[in-house]
């Protein structure tokens, strides 16, 4: 006889992507727990780039237009040299008959994860535990039980199915043993914050801007309030040495030089990783996001790769709910998905990565032209963009039957 459950779906990881699938299962009345091992939505330097598809998938939630209400519309985004400012704008607006919404936008992805947390509030079959850790998971031909400990204790939680989107150092993930293959580049970025306009001091400086300098290469990346500026030390500097106040302040006066120092809000550094899972499921337990494959942040792509299987994953779901053999579902959604993450994601974002860490000022020169005869063309731009913002992947996934 089979065992009660809790919920229909037991969700580990409350960040966006845990918390965007939980609400989509509750949207369709489907019983949920999303367990979150911190105290609260954490609200550190994390993704803040939203692509046009993404932001297509999240108006079916109400969403889209609590990111476009708090962040910043980005119609164009750029490759440019510095200082001299040579450089290639991409404009989206040719994806129009494409996308409801061609455009990025710049919103810190706390945002997203403090909307969904308040619709999911909203929910009767939704319960939310944040401070609570999954310890174990053991999945059974009828459901997963997994063991949850906070404050109060331990004690077992049982559902039909489990979602593990607890990030990349997922718990999910180890627990079933899946292979994590990749690998973990030799450099540490160093993300910063500053309320320093860089708007009104390089001429025609998109709100996501690529650059190169003389040698190595930052981003600059605009929210509401504020630059997010990343820096990319030098390899032949001790790291330590690069993380200094002083070190940062040196980096960005090689930006932009001014008198006063730069008023620096946040720091925070962190490793860049490319890897994937070697299934996206196994038995009755399916993951998702970061827990699934993390790559290099360069495009912007991670978060919206975690999203957009977020939206696969409760397809799958609600079909095997209504009768779609399990196996054969969930083994679609990874068909559907890991070649995307795979070929589309992964790739990209190794190949922005090492472009931008190009040197040479003429190979430099030379992928700029490569780039700038890209937006000449109509029809290789649209194909440029279709891929970069992530249209193409989704039509590659949907393709697969």
Not at 240 to 266: F, G, K, R, S
Request: hydrophobic share 40%; charged share 25%; aromatic share 6%.
């Amino acid at each position: 006889m089979a065992q009660a459950c809790d919920a229909e779906v037991i969700v580990v990881g409350g960040g966006p992507v845990g918390l965007v699938s939980a609400l989509l299962l509750a949207r369709e009345g489907i019983s949920v727990i999303a367990i979150e091992k911190a105290e609260s939505i954490e609200t550190d330097l994390r993704a803040s780039t939203f692509h046009p598809p993404t932001l297509d998938f999240l108006d079916r939630l109400g969403l889209a237009d609590v990111l476009t209400a708090q962040g910043l519309v980005c119609p164009t985004w750029q490759v440019r040299l510095h200082p001299d400012g040579d450089r290639v704008v991409f404009d989206l607006g040719i994806l129009a008959s494409s996308t409801r919404h061609p455009y990025r936008t710049q919103c810190e992805q706390w945002k997203l994860s403090q909307a969904a947390h308040a619709a999911l509030a909203q929910e009767a079959t939704a319960t939310i535990l944040f401070g609570t850790e999954m310890t174990d998971l053991v999945d059974g031909e009828d459901g997963v039980t997994v063991t949850v400990a906070d404050d109060k204790g331990s004690r077992p939680l049982r559902a039909r199915f489990v979602i593990g989107a607890d990030g990349a150092r997922s718990a999910v993930r180890r627990a079933l043993d899946f292979g994590f293959e990749g690998q973990t580049y030799p450099e540490t970025t160093l993300l910063v914050t500053t309320t320093f306009s860089f708007e009104e001091h390089l001429e025609g400086l998109s709100n996501i801007a690529y650059c190169w300098k003389a040698g190595g290469n930052f981003s600059l990346l605009r929210v509401p309030g504020r630059w997010r500026v990343s820096i990319y030390p030098r390899e032949d500097t001790p790291i330590d040495d690069q993380l200094t106040e002083q070190a940062v302040e040196a980096e960005l006066q090689t930006i932009v030089a001014q008198p006063h120092a730069y008023d620096v809000l946040e720091k925070r550094p962190y490793r860049v990783h490319k890897r994937i899972v070697d299934h996206y499921y196994r038995g009755r337990v399916a993951l998702a996001g970061d827990a699934a494959h993390i790559n290099s942040p360069a495009g912007g792509m991670g978060l919206n790769g975690g999203l957009h299987d977020a939206f696969e994953l409760n397809a799958a779901l609600r079909d095997i709910r209504n009768g779609a053999a399990l196996e054969k579902r969930l083994d679609l959604y990874e068909r559907r998905r890991r070649p995307v993450a795979l070929e589309q994601i992964l790739a990209q974002a190794d190949a922005n990565r090492a472009r931008m860490r190009e040197k040479d000022p003429a190979k430099r020169r030379e992928i700029l032209a490569g780039l700038q005869a890209i937006t000449a063309d109509h029809d290789r731009l649209e194909a440029h963009l279709l891929r970069t913002s992530m249209i193409a992947g989704l039509r590659q996934a949907a393709a697969v039957t």
